[in-house]
Structure formats: structure tokens, C-alpha cells
């Protein structure tokens, strides 16, 4: 499987933020994300750059199920780049997460442009959509970026996999205040999202980042019942690799 690196944190984000969690983050993403702000995604080495050399490359799922079993930690995020783009690869690894921990817990972090069947072996699909705020305006990604960001179809079908009980999905909005909230309504009405399980993080990949827009994302959180997630990570390391 394509890696970019392995590492045992803290889940910074979301419901379950704070929890210990052994991370298997892959490379490569379909989306090149550049916020209003400038700033690229937080994990620009998995797709603006995917072939940096410190990206750990091509790892057989065996070594990722032993490297995960050092810590005994019962969380495991997997994240990336897009975990989705590699279908095959991911089932078996979800499969061999379980067959090595029965009790494991697994949350998929996701960008929803694809889905697959198999998603009902994860314990939380973190559904990240990515809005308008994310287009890479006047750069050679801009049209690739914004015909493949969403997949409508995608998303219903992760939408029902909570409706129907096979799992648990959040969906979590990086959050820039530039017509953003028209766009998350619009989600949230065309698949039904209850306004408990959405999340909006503020966008920013720096402290002072954060500080500057998390003020407004609260507001937003409080006028129209959504969750705020900070980003615990960033706050406690800044972006750095490895936490």
C-alpha cells in the first residue's frame, strides 16, 4: 500500500479527539486544495507533492499490522492523501486491522469522492467535503480540482450508511467564512444531514491561523447547531509530520 507515514498521536479532530490512535496515513490524493487564505491542505506531501522523499512508499500490510501492533491502542485513523483511491488495498487492511484486533476501532478519513461497499467495516467514516474555499484558483489544478471535489452519488451513499445503521459518519467542513455555510446548507439539505452530526473545523494550518478564524466558526457552530472542532494537533506541535 502507498504510504506517506505512520505514527501514534492523538486524534485531533472531531468526535473523537483527543483519543490515542495509532495513524496509517497513505499518499497520493485526487484533489489539490488551496484555501482563500493561501494556504495549501495541512498534508500538501500527500498530494501537491506526493513523491517527496520522506514518504515512506510502497509498505506490504503486514508491516503496517505489526508496526500497529507495538502500541496495543485499541483507535486506528486511517487517513491520508484519499485512503479511498486504493479500494483493494484498503479492504484488506481494514480487514487485517480487525483479524490482528478484534476490538479495534476504525475511523476512515475521506474526502467522500468514492465509495465502495466495504465501508460498512468502518467504525466512523469522517466524510470531509471540500467546498468552493478550496478551488486552487490560476494554477494548473483548478479545473481538475473543482470537476472532481464532489461526487454527489458518492455521498448519498455514504449518507445512507449511517441512515441505515452499518455505521457511524461525520461530516466535517474545513471552514474559511467565504460563502462556505451556503454550500454546507445545501449538503445538508440534499442528503438529509442531521445538524448534530456536522463539524466545523476552522481552516488554518498554523496556530496563529487557527486563532484568527476560530471565533467565527464557533459562531457558526452556535447560529446553526453544528459541532466545533478545533485542530488539537496543530496547537499542541504546529503541522508538523508524525503527530
Known amino acids: 500500500m502507498k504510504i506517506s ?6 486524534q485531533g479532530e472531531g468526535k473523537r479527539a483527543g483519543t490515542p490512535s495509532f495513524f496509517i ?11 482563500t487564505s ?9 498530494s501537491w507533492f506526493p513523491d517527496n522523499d520522506d514518504n515512506i512508499g510502497d509498505v506490504h500490510i503486514s508491516d503496517i ?10 483507535d486506528v485513523v486511517i487517513t491520508g492523501g484519499e485512503p479511498t483511491m486504493f479500494p483493494h488495498e484498503l479492504k484488506f487492511l481494514i480487514e487485517s486491522l480487525k483479524a490482528e484486533n478484534p476490538d479495534v476501532f476504525i475511523t476512515l478519513e475521506t474526502n467522500g469522492t468514492y465509495y465502495s461497499d466495504f465501508l460498512t467495516m468502518i467504525d466512523l467514516i469522517s466524510v470531509s467535503p471540500k467546498l468552493k474555499s478550496s478551488i486552487p484558483y490560476k494554477t494548473s489544478y483548478e479545473k481538475m ?29 474545513v471552514y474559511t467564512g ?9 449538503i445538508k439539505s440534499d442528503l438529509q444531514i442531521p445538524a448534530s452530526d456536522i463539524y466545523l473545523m476552522p481552516e488554518g494550518i498554523s496556530k496563529q491561523d487557527l486563532d484568527q478564524t476560530r471565533l467565527m466558526t464557533i459562531e457558526a457552530c452556535i447560529k446553526n447547531g453544528f459541532n466545533f472542532s478545533d485542530r ?6 504546529g503541522n508538523q509530520r508524525g503527530v
Open 5 to 10: 507515514e505512520l505514527f501514534y498521536s492523538i
Open 25 to 35: 496515513r497513505t499518499n497520493y490524493c485526487n484533489l489539490r486544495c488551496q484555501f
Open 38 to 46: 493561501g494556504n495549501l491542505c495541512d498534508t500538501p506531501y500527500t
Open 65 to 74: 499490522i505489526h508496526e500497529y501492533a507495538k502500541y496495543k491502542c485499541k
Open 145 to 173: 480540482h473543482e470537476k472532481s471535489r464532489v461526487n454527489a452519488e458518492a455521498l448519498y451513499r455514504i449518507s445512507l450508511l449511517k441512515k441505515n445503521n452499518f455505521t457511524d459518519v461525520q461530516w466535517k467542513f
Open 178 to 186: 467565504n460563502g462556505d455555510l451556503e454550500e454546507i446548507m445545501m
Open 232 to 237: 488539537l494537533h496543530i496547537l499542541a506541535w
